[in-house]
């Protein structure tokens, strides 16, 4: 009664989640596969793993044991950030999640899944050789928010994604596309790589800035989103040198999405969360705020969530008021994102075999993880 209780309650948040970045352009947020920086919830697929006894007597070897084979089960779930609810996306009743031709939540590809009003959008690479010759293309789908009337809305020829995040600004999705360095025999030659957008009101894709070519001087190199700071998006970009043994050189960009005005960041950016960035100079680490502040810490490797950072293991500090704590969920839960009353973590789940099966979200009070010192 209770597994069915929180089934219904979850659904029902699904249903009915706030209207927080809806289509009419005025909000920015993004999505990576773990989360997305809206405040209300996130969708992501997890990477569930099933034992399936094969008859044939096929069998996988964990630990040094045989046992039966698994099998990787890409499911569509929803975290619902104010209750604290995980659900997998499937309205469908009684539905045991193991059917790709019948549950909603199944046969995704994986990768970010981004909500837009009542619509949630994601990327999926078709690729390959057909007659010979090689093709690449992105394909751009949809759905309704329950997961159910999947559908192609777009799809973008000699194109892949490149999609460790989305990003929602200005009515448009943005991400990153890669023209892969593959001739029609598949040769390999250099990847190009394109800050592009997608228009869902309009279907249209677009290529807005040519990254490689005006970032990278037209050399060997890789570009992510990392997220929206001050009215830009933020983007890293990687120059390989031609001796691989050498350091690649590290550029830190913000465009804006209006007028495609690209700023140089000086330093490294680490982490980008609503209203803040964690940026290193190799030595000090500063949190930049977009009202305006800038707080100074020793060191570099932290972590920065909300007002916490965590600087390591077991320390983590409040970067406004200098309130030090105890990090006390270390090496059990990864965090997420900061949540208006807590935080939203996720662990994963082992089997009988040791290996990891699932990963589970929830969301934690702050004397859960943090004490005070």
Not at 82 to 106: Q, R, Y
Not at 227 to 241: N, R, S, T, V
Not at 277 to 300: A, K, L
Request: negative net charge; contains cysteine; aromatic residues 12%.
């Amino acid at each position: 009664m209770k597994k069915l209780l929180m089934l219904i309650l979850a659904m029902t948040v699904l249903c009915s989640c706030g209207s927080a970045g809806g289509s009419g352009g005025t909000e920015s947020y993004w999505a990576t596969e773990r989360y997305s920086s809206r405040s209300d919830g996130f969708y992501y697929v997890k990477n569930r793993m099933e034992q399936s006894p094969m008859s044939d007597g096929s069998f996988g070897i964990v630990g040094g044991k045989q046992v039966p084979a698994y099998t990787s089960v890409k499911t569509l779930c929803y975290f619902d950030t104010v209750s604290g609810v995980e659900a997998i996306v499937c309205p469908k009743p009684n539905c045991p999640h193991t059917d790709p031709e019948s549950c909603f939540a199944l046969g995704f590809d994986g990768g970010p899944v981004i909500r837009i009003g009542e619509k949630i959008y994601w990327l999926e690479h078709s690729h390959g050789f057909e007659d010979g010759e090689f093709y690449d293309e992105i394909i751009v789908m949809r759905a309704d928010k329950s997961g159910i009337s999947r559908e192609e809305a777009a799809r973008v020829k000699d194109r892949s994604p490149y999609n460790t995040c989305l990003l929602y600004s200005g009515g448009k999705i943005w991400f990153i596309a890669k023209e892969v360095g593959y001739d029609k025999s598949g040769s390999n030659g250099e990847d190009v790589f394109y800050l592009s957008s997608y228009d869902p009101a309009s279907g249209k894709y677009s290529e807005k800035l040519n990254l490689t070519k005006k970032i990278l001087g037209g050399e060997t190199g890789q570009a992510s989103i990392l997220g929206f700071f001050d009215g830009g998006i933020i983007i890293e970009l990687y120059k390989f040198p031609a001796d691989m043994s050498a350091k690649a050189t590290e550029y830190n960009i913000s465009v804006d999405p209006k007028s495609l005005d690209i700023t140089y960041i000086d330093g490294d950016v680490k982490s980008v969360c609503t209203g803040a960035m964690e940026v290193s100079d190799g030595e000090n680490c500063e949190i930049r705020c977009e009202s305006g502040e800038v707080y100074t810490f020793e060191g570099e490797e932290f972590q920065l969530f909300g007002d916490i950072l965590i600087i390591s293991d077991s320390e983590a500090i409040n970067y406004k008021t200098g309130q030090k704590y105890k990090y006390k969920a270390s090496g059990r839960y990864q965090i997420a994102a900061a949540a208006e009353d807590g935080y939203v973590v996720w662990e994963f789940v082992t089997d009988e075999n040791g290996l990891v099966t699932d990963t589970v979200y929830k969301k934690l009070a702050k004397d859960e993880l943090f004490e005070a010192e």
